[in-house]
């Protein structure tokens, strides 16, 4: 036995009438033509048109309801007597499923069914920090600049106290209508700089503007392993504005190093060491992250030779572990000599044969056959 059910004399219309979907389609249908709807509608695109918001928030209303799959079965049953009383009816607060397609649309929040916009504009700061602090991570205070509402007025231009009017050039509108070839177009008002208002006495604290800068100290986590050109959002620390603040972006530049060279999570490093310890082998100091630490260079070590340390790079940056350091050992060559070491020189010269010399003997070989064939 079917439930009897009266309608109410509702004047609202039927929710898929509303979107104009069939009452058999898909859920994919209905967001798609509800979408189209509300950019239609979207009181943006019609400023200070009341028809098209009515339709926009019908159409809204239509689709929280019919997007909802429990709110539709009730809906498919009852009709909108489903929500009229108690609890079940449709609270502005029922925006949900409508915002997430209209932040998609349009990039703005809805909440509660009224338009919320990110009003705030993002900023940059460049911070400048140094190899070393960029390689362990760091946490700095900056001072950061920022405009927010300002307080005697509370952000509206207007010395407290005295009124607000109209723009008298485009009524309120913030835009104004005019002739673009065959269509009409709009654009924001001149006269009230696109407010649409009309302020005869400016707040004295912000000359009218409505924002004060202020100063505000941050602590901004750098985390180790951060690269040059690296950007740090942080979320909400942009223009301050009732409307919502913006972002803050922090741009880092990393100061090169006197000894340091990075790739990647790698450092790179040179070392100068002097012939007899090339050829004798030395034990030598080695800067690193972690402080000096001392590297055994074997004997017979040629000049550009490679040595890893594990485990002595910078930690990977958005990862896990460290990367090494690699030490390049260039051997120095004596730019000018005494005459006692010119002539100890000499004598080694004399003294060194192809067997101290193994490279230079092949090389002198190969070079005498080249032009025999
Ligand atoms: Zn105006
Ligand atoms: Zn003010």
Sequence with gaps: MARVY???????????VILEVSRTAAGSEIKQSYRALAMKYHPDRNPDDPAAEDAFKEASEAYAVLSDPDRRT???RFGHAAFDSG?????????????????GLFGEVFSGGRRKRRAGRDLSYDLEISFVQAALGIEKNIDVSRPAPCAPCSGSGAEPGTPIHKCNVCQGRAQVKYQRGLFAATRPCHACRGT?????TPCNACKGTGTKMRSESMSVKIPAGVQDGAVRTVRGAGEASPGGNGDLHINIKVRDHSLFQREGADILVSIPISFPQAVLGASIDVPTLDGQVVMKVPPGTQSGKIFRLRGKGIPVYGGYGKGDQLVTVVVEVPQ???RRQRKLITELAQEIGDE??????????KLRGLFDA
């Design 356 to 365: 101290t010399h193994p490279q230079q003997a092949s090389f002198l070989r």
């Design 196 to 200: 649409g208002k009309k302020i005869p």
């Design 74 to 76: 009730q809906y498919d």
């Design 87 to 103: 609890g079940a009816g449709f609270e502005a607060g029922d925006f949900g499923a409508v915002s997430d397609i209209l932040e």
């Design 6 to 16: 009266t309608p109410k004399p509702v004047s609202k219309r039927d929710y898929y």
């Design 336 to 338: 000018e000599v005494s």
